[in-house]
């Protein structure tokens, strides 16, 4: 973790250089507007991934008729189903596990930055990457609202640091269901609502953020003032990717179709084109031709016509 104090802090301690000078060193709004800009640079250098995220959730979205397809054939084997599901994952061009890659990157950032304020509130005198004991006390004592931003709602002293602490953990709660409740309602299909991928969709909208309430009550004011900063950064994020490009056949789509015809950049009664998945019918089992009985063979040859006898060649003509 070493090397992501480094980096992290040295992020913090840059923008802390410059809002300290105009807030104050000691400054609460200085801190946060610096945690604040540490989470900008983090979410922008993410965007590559971001729209991986995108695509590969939208492809997820399109070849759902093709994974049920799959279900129906091969369900009876689960080592083939699991094989063809792989292939055609591979062939769409699909990663499913590319939907978590921002959250998973961002762990170790925000486990960084909850140890760097953990470290300055509980033992200031030990540097950890570019916090000197000189930041760490700054920070240690930097009040923000009222309360204190290394502190959480669990050790706050005073009723200010768990007022803030329970109204950032809401504001973290709301974001991430809301995030996650803008892509099922706006940008997926009709026909992508049903399934497992649709019913992880739904765990997800409601047991992420339990996760984040139960968990929010330990963490410092700093890191929640980052993690709502960050949904807050994804919502907007994906409410510009859904509204400019959003998903054939979902009612994001629909509803661009009908700005731009309102705008005059579609003709009346013209449709957008979009990608569209062809569901492929499954093949009647191709019949393979029996072997038939010498009887049968006789039954089917037309019978040949009586051949009139001829006269013999040796009949002696009538004189």
């Known amino acids: 973790m070493t090397p992501l104090y480094y980096a992290?802090?040295?992020?913090?301690?840059?923008?802390?250089?410059v809002l300290g000078d105009i807030f104050g060193p000691t400054s609460g709004l200085a801190w946060v507007l610096s945690i604040i800009g540490l989470t900008l640079v983090v979410r922008a250098a993410l965007i590559p991934l971001f729209v991986k995220q995108i695509k590969s959730s939208r492809n997820m979205q399109l070849i759902q008729p093709k994974v049920r397809e799959l279900q129906k054939k091969y369900g009876h084997d689960r080592e083939k189903l699991a094989q063809e599901?792989?292939?055609?994952?591979k062939d769409s061009?699909?990663?499913?596990?590319?939907?978590?890659?921002?959250?998973?990157?961002?762990?170790?950032?925000?486990?960084?930055?909850?140890?760097?304020?953990?470290?300055?509130?509980?033992?200031?005198?030990?540097?950890?990457?570019?916090?000197?004991?000189?930041?760490?006390?700054?920070?240690?004592?930097?009040?923000?609202?009222g309360g204190k931003i290394s502190d959480t709602f669990l050790n706050a002293d005073g009723i200010e640091v768990r007022v803030l602490a329970a109204v950032l953990v809401l504001a973290m709660t709301a974001t991430t269901f809301l995030t996650q409740r803008q892509l099922m309602s706006k940008n997926m299909p009709a026909d992508a609502l049903s399934?497992?991928?649709?019913?992880?969709?739904?765990?997800?909208?409601?047991?992420?953020?339990?996760?984040?309430?139960?968990?929010?009550?330990?963490?410092?004011?700093?890191?929640?003032?980052?993690?709502?900063?960050?949904?807050l950064w994804t919502m907007g994020q994906q409410f510009y990717v859904i509204r400019n490009n959003p998903a054939p056949g979902t009612p994001a789509a629909k509803a661009k179709e009908d700005r731009d015809r309102a705008k005059g950049k579609l003709p009346?009664?013209?449709?957008?084109?979009t990608e569209t998945v062809v569901e492929e019918k499954p093949q009647p089992p191709r019949q393979q031709p029996q072997r038939q009985t010498k009887a049968q063979r006789?039954?089917?040859?037309?019978?040949?016509p009586p051949v009139k006898p001829q006269a013999s060649k040796n009949k002696k003509k009538k004189r």
């Open 8 to 17: 992290i802090s040295f992020v913090l301690v840059g923008f802390h250089n």
């Open 93 to 145: 061009g699909t990663n499913p596990f590319a939907s978590c890659l921002p959250i998973l990157l961002q762990m170790p950032i925000f486990l960084a930055l909850f140890r760097i304020l953990d470290q300055a509130a509980r033992n200031p005198e030990t540097k950890r990457g570019l916090m000197t004991p000189e930041l760490n006390e700054q920070l240690r004592s930097a009040v923000f609202a």
């Open 298 to 304: 006789q039954a089917k040859t037309p019978a040949k």
């Open 268 to 273: 009346a009664g013209e449709v957008i084109a």
């Open 195 to 231: 399934g497992p991928y649709a019913q992880q969709q739904k765990m997800l909208l409601y047991v992420l953020p339990v996760v984040f309430a139960v968990g929010g009550i330990a963490f410092p004011v700093g890191v929640l003032f980052y993690w709502t900063t960050s949904n």
């Open 85 to 89: 599901t792989m292939a055609l994952y």
